[in-house]
């Protein structure tokens, strides 16, 4: 079978050198295989000599190399990579060193061995700050399995394989790296693997507590873009409530008047209605000018990339 390895990197000059040399003895030891591999570094516009590092690089085996024009981040730096990709099956990499390369070789075993699958790595014990790292992605992944039927233990770990075909990266919400597989279709099987988990010597860690706020706000919109139109009919349901509100206070003011003889300006009935009339014109001029922008952002899109391949 034929694999890309999508590594994302931001910032990793101290330890870029050691992976490639890692990745490259784990990938020599499965030469005897019918396996066939190629290397996709995505760097994130760093701004230290990451990017120099790779252009060094001298690998007997086909490697790509590609920088964002600007600091798009881990999920976005994933799905470059996959743009790119020559190959179907992915599997994706931190730069960090945390991940053991290789893991690789037990997880292309399964992976080889199943069909419509992903291979999910769970790093069973992590080597990480317990309050600012371990701490956080535990509560990351109660939450997320909360709000999804997902079984994952490890929502956060990079390591994974799967076949690219099996997602529409256009349908997915949020941090991809991180709710990937709480998003796949359920027809897929997951299969986890534990894997090997190191600590960091070099570079700084980019993520803390604040993941798990990204998380929750993240699932609370997960089901607005599910289908392309989510969005349209969710405001446009709004707005209509609005409206079926705005009425129905309306009539209730009448009634007061004829049946009651009740003057409604006594009450706050006015004022609601005023708002919710409001919201529901609000409402439907956010749906117009959101398509507006859909249409104008698409059509400006098609064709262009936010990043260049440079080798």
């Known amino acids: 079978m034929k694999f890309s390895i999508v590594i994302p990197l931001f910032n990793e000059a101290e330890n870029v050198l050691k992976l490639n040399s890692e990745i490259i003895e784990v990938l020599s030891g499965l030469k005897s295989t019918n396996n066939e591999f190629e290397i996709i570094y995505v760097d ?22 590609i920088k964002n024009n600007s600091n798009l981040a881990q999920s976005k730096s994933i799905l470059n990579g996959i743009e790119v990709s020559s190959f179907n099956n992915i599997i994706l990499l931190d730069g960090d060193l945390q991940n053991d390369p290789k893991d690789i070789i037990k997880m292309i075993n399964v992976y080889n061995e199943n069909q419509n699958i992903l291979v999910h790595g769970f790093r069973k014990n992590r080597n990480d700050p317990y309050f600012t790292k371990i701490l956080p992605s535990k509560i990351a992944n109660f939450i997320v399995r909360k709000f999804t039927n997902s079984k994952i233990l490890d929502h956060g770990c990079s390591l994974k394989i799967f076949d690219k075909n099996i997602i529409d990266t256009n349908e ?11 998003q796949i279709n359920q027809d897929i099987k997951v299969i986890e693997i534990e894997v090997n988990h190191r600590p960091r010597t070099k570079g700084k860690s980019k993520y803390g507590f604040e993941r798990v706020f990204r998380v929750f706000i993240d699932l609370i919109f997960i089901n607005f873009s599910k289908k392309e139109r989510s969005t349209f009919y969710t405001l446009g349901i709004l707005g209509l409530f609005s409206f079926l509100f705005s009425l129905l206070s ?41 398509e507006t922008l859909k249409k104008d952002i698409k059509s400006d899109t098609i064709g262009k990339k936010n990043y260049k391949i440079l080798k």
């Open 44 to 65: 994130d516009s760093s701004t230290d000599n990451t990017l120099k590092i790779l252009n060094e690089i001298n690998n007997n085996i086909s490697t790509k190399i």
């Open 172 to 182: 997915f919400f949020g941090d991809f790296h991180r709710l990937f597989a709480a």
């Open 250 to 290: 309306f009539l209730y003011m009448i009634s007061l008047k004829i049946f009651q003889n009740k003057s409604f300006v006594e009450t706050p009935l006015p004022i609601i209605f005023i708002f919710f009339t409001l919201s529901g014109f609000i409402f439907f001029a956010l749906n117009l000018v959101l």
